[in-house]
């Protein structure tokens, strides 16, 4: 569960708000409301005198945005939908959480959901025609369950000609569920078929 921060005046709110919402559009009224310790009805009076939309509308001007084209991927092979790209610098993508990516007894989601989201958007964000995950060391912070929504933002943190080291952290409603750092080669054609993919993964 997410722990509401301490309750601010209505103008501090406010603008931890729109704050908030500029770095993480897709976060609900729910959540919000959660985030502030407020009502639900409070934080849509909040987005009415800010003049910010409902999420449907945020997510319509989040997919307008010209995106850079993914090239080390499909888009059919990202797992989420990417919202944010900027090629070399930083990704977000969105996932939410159904009855196939959930263990049917405890509606918790499989690990490995919420491992190929990050590790699908550290190649996306790298900016080669190959781009193969050389290691990456995670940590699950929290169980994921059924019905939330995961946002993964990658960043990349270090890079050059022949690789980058990339830093995906996944929350919900703002609270970080995962974290991982990846290093992506930039890899030719030719050496894909020996590198096999995902060399080791370290879990910390």
Same mark, same amino acid.
């Given at each position: 569960?997410?722990?509401?921060?301490?309750?601010?005046?209505?103008?501090?709110?406010?603008?931890? $708000?729109?704050?908030?919402?500029?770095?993480? &559009?897709? $976060?609900?009224?729910?959540?919000?409301?959660?985030?502030? #310790?407020?009502?639900?009805?409070?934080?849509?009076?909040?987005?009415?005198?800010?003049?910010?939309?409902?999420?449907?509308?945020?997510?319509?001007?989040?997919?307008?945005?010209?995106?850079? &084209? !993914?090239?080390?991927?499909?888009?059919?092979?990202? !797992?989420?939908? !990417?919202?944010d790209l900027e090629l070399d610098?930083?990704?977000?993508?969105?996932?939410? !959480?159904?009855?196939?990516?959930?263990?049917?007894?405890?509606?918790?989601?499989? #690990?490995?959901?919420?491992?190929?989201? /990050?590790?699908?958007?550290?190649?996306?964000?790298?900016? /080669?025609?190959?781009?193969?995950?050389?290691?990456?060391?995670?940590?699950?912070?929290? &169980?994921?369950?059924? +019905?939330?929504?995961?946002?993964?933002?990658?960043?990349?943190?270090?890079s050059d000609p022949e690789r980058?080291?990339?830093?995906?952290?996944?929350?919900?409603? #703002?609270e970080l569920v995962f974290s +991982?750092?990846?290093?992506?080669?930039?890899?030719?054609?030719?050496?894909?078929?020996?590198?096999? +993919?995902?060399?080791?993964?370290?879990?910390?």
């Amino acid at each position: 569960m997410v722990v509401a921060i301490r309750r601010l005046p209505k103008r501090e709110r406010q603008k931890a $708000l729109m704050a908030l919402l500029d770095e993480n &559009p897709v $976060l609900t009224d729910e959540e919000l409301a959660q985030r502030f #310790g407020v009502s639900v009805q409070t934080i849509r009076l909040d987005r009415l005198e800010l003049g910010i939309p409902e999420l449907r509308e945020r997510l319509k001007d989040v997919a307008r945005r010209q995106l850079d &084209p !993914i090239r080390s991927l499909r888009q059919d092979e990202v !797992i989420g939908e !990417i919202v944010d790209l900027e090629l070399d610098r930083y990704a977000i993508s969105i996932l939410d !959480i159904g009855d196939g990516h959930v263990f049917a007894r405890t509606g918790i989601a499989r #690990g490995h959901h919420i491992f190929a989201q /990050a590790n699908s958007l550290a190649v996306a964000v790298t900016d /080669a025609e190959v781009a193969l995950t050389a290691s990456a060391r995670i940590r699950f912070v929290r &169980p994921v369950y059924r +019905g939330e929504r995961l946002v993964a933002k990658a960043t990349v943190v270090a890079s050059d000609p022949e690789r980058n080291r990339v830093r995906v952290e996944t929350r919900v409603g #703002g609270e970080l569920v995962f974290s +991982g750092t990846f290093t992506v080669y930039r890899a030719a054609r030719d050496a894909q078929r020996e590198a096999g +993919g995902i060399a080791d993964a370290d879990r910390h």
